[in-house]
Structure formats: C-alpha cells, structure tokens
C-alpha cells in the first residue's frame, strides 16, 4: 500500500470547513452572531500563527453539536454542505485525487476539523480513509469533548501512526499535502512531502527543504 495523505481545508478545499461552520451557524442564527463570530474568528487566527490551543477550539466548536438532537445535527450539516462546501470544491484537487487513484495509490484524508464535518466531505471527494478530530459521543449524542487525541500538529502523527499500526502498514513511499505549517511533523515524516499553496512559513521551508509547491485553486 502507498498512501497518499491530504490535509483538507485550505489544500483539497479553497477554504476552511471548520471557520465556515462557525459562519454557517451565525448566519443560519444557530449561535449568538455577534459573540460566537468574534471567538470564531480569534481561534481561526490563533490556528493561522501557529498560537492554536486545540482542545479550547475543539470544545468551542463542540458546544453547539451537544445542545441539538442529530436528526437536527443532520439537516444542519446537509445545508451546511450546500451553501458552504460546494464552493470551496476544487477541479484541480478531484484531479490530483484521481492521478494518485490510477496509480492505485490509497488515498486518505487527515485534518483537526471533526468528523462530524469532515465525513461528508471526505465522501464527496472520494476518499475512504479519514482521520479526523473525534467528537464524543454518549447515547447518540455529542457531549462537547473530544474522544481520544485530535489529529493536529504532532497529533496528526500519532494518530496516523496508530492507523498504520491497526493496519499492518507503513509510510513507505507515502504522500501528504498541505498548507500548513501545523503540518510539518507530518509532512518531514513522509517520503513525498508537498506543500500546496502554502503559509509563508510552509512555503520558506519547502523552499529551503527542496520540497515541491503547487496550486490547486482554479
């Protein structure tokens, strides 16, 4: 098996999934507008400068998927998915998707954002495999805690590790995408790293490292 690994928002999407659900439930008037949008935008911040406290963010986030049934949770999404997600879809990104697919390249998807938010779009996009910050769950419902490690910074390394492990596989020969300089750990453990329209911190050290850059917005 080779994977090939792709961080999501702001690499396979032109945009963030996570900040656009903050939008989206202040727009939809989900979540008090004018306070819920200023954390919203602080915490996006923090994650842009490297100053990110993930488990805060997560439980933020997190709030509002415990205050509402999933039958609720799933009509949301489902416009959520319409009104945000399809257009931040990119024709270059579904094309490297497929080039890595014809040559039989096992493709995964590995982000902070939830799963909640992420499942859907990892299923549009095509991927089967996805590692994503785990909400908990308690009797089908969302408590506002994370189950077990985020995938962010050096979390995304452990918690791909633990795939591996649980697969009988390795990173022999693997791929991984993204944006991020909160991807670095990742990214110098693999034998392909890519930088995809980088943060300046990325793309000084993909230059420096003689990693490739590439565009994927249209």
């Known amino acids: ?10 690499t396979l999407l032109a945009g963030d999934s996570d900040h656009a ?7 939809e008037g989900m979540v ?3 306070e819920y949008r200023r954390a919203n935008d602080r915490f996006y911040e923090e994650y842009l400068n490297g100053e990110l406290d993930i488990f805060h963010y997560q439980r933020f986030v997190l709030g509002p998927l415990s205050s509402h049934s999933m039958e609720e949770l799933d009509s949301w999404r489902e416009a959520f998915m ?3 997600v399809q257009g931040m879809m990119q024709d ?19 982000t902070a954002t939830n799963r909640f938010i992420t499942e ?11 590692i994503a910050t785990e909400p908990e ?31 009988g596989e390795s990173l022999d020969g693997a791929w991984f995408y993204s944006d991020s300089h909160n991807d670095v750990p990742l990214l110098k453990q693999v034998q392909n790293p890519v930088a995809v329209d ?21």
Do not use: C, Y
């Not at 098996?1 to 702001?10: C, H, K, S, V, Y």
């Not at 659900?21 to 202040?26: N, Q, R, Y």
């Not at 990104?93 to 493709?107: C, D, F, N, P, Y």
């Open 137 to 167: 769950l308690v009797n089908g419902r969302f408590t506002g805690e994370v189950a077990g490690t985020p995938s962010f910074q050096e979390g995304k390394v452990e918690r791909l590790n633990d795939w591996l492990a649980a697969h």
């Open 1 to 10: 098996m080779t994977l090939a690994i792709f961080d999501l928002d702001n």
């Open 92 to 110: 270059k990104a579904a094309k490297l998707l497929a080039e890595h697919r014809a040559q039989g390249h096992t493709l995964m998807i590995i």
């Open 32 to 34: 008090d507008k004018e």
């Open 21 to 27: 659900w903050g939008e989206f439930l202040v727009e």
């Open 120 to 130: 859907p779009i990892a299923e549009l996009l095509g991927v089967d495999h996805l």
């Open 198 to 218: 980088p943060d300046p911190t990325l793309e000084k050290l993909a230059i420096e490292s003689g990693w490739p850059v590439l565009s994927l917005r249209d």
């Open 82 to 84: 319409a009104k945000k």
